[in-house]
């Protein structure tokens, strides 16, 4: 095996890890706070619901990145456990909109709360200048998920190796 190619196995799982222990902690962090009625994918709703208390589904499908009818499951479910409002515009009865309750504040709370203490976790743990790019390769990798992945998902291998062909030539 190439050293590019360790290099991006590991990478790879590095983020396979982090997002499985992410996801743990997520779900025991909210249950410490006694919060033990929502998955991970509905604390989630909740939280961008909660960036501006009201959204339409379709904003909110928009910023999760799954269909209408894969996130109409989930408010269902919010619905029925006394987290969400789900209400037609009153101009466009077409267009449904979402509303937090009292119930899903303190959820909404608690998960940003947690998030802001793992990534102050992180910013005491290194120095000033990798913060800096720690930054830079976050909002690079969402670029590079934005520009080669949502406008190609035929399955294209090409956009794949595109990124692999680009360093091992800048590297020769």
């Not at 604390?43 to 909660?50: C, H, T």
């Not at 904003?59 to 969400?84: M, P």
Request: proline residues 1%; glycine residues 4%; hydrophobic residues 35%.
């Amino acid at each position: 095996m190439r050293k590019i190619d360790s290099i991006v196995t590991r990478i790879g799982e590095y983020f396979f890890e982090f997002q499985s222990k992410l996801q743990f902690f997520e779900r025991e962090y909210l249950r410490r706070y006694g919060i033990e009625d929502v998955t991970p994918t509905e604390v989630k709703v909740l939280y961008i619901i909660g960036l501006s208390n009201t959204k339409s589904m379709t904003e909110i499908a928009d910023e999760l990145k799954v269909t209408r009818g894969t996130l109409s499951i989930t408010i269902d479910s919010l619905v029925k456990k006394g987290y969400v409002i789900r209400t037609r515009h009153k101009q466009d009865r077409r267009v449904i909109i979402v509303y937090l309750t009292n119930k899903s504040i303190d959820v909404v709370k608690v998960y940003g709360k947690f998030y802001f203490e793992l990534l102050m976790s992180l910013i005491k743990e290194i120095e000033r200048e990798k913060v800096i790019v720690v930054e830079e390769i976050l909002s690079k990798l969402n670029q590079i998920i934005e520009t080669n992945f949502y406008e190609d998902v035929s399955g294209n291998p090409q956009v794949l190796n595109e990124g692999k062909n680009q360093y091992e030539e800048k590297n020769k």
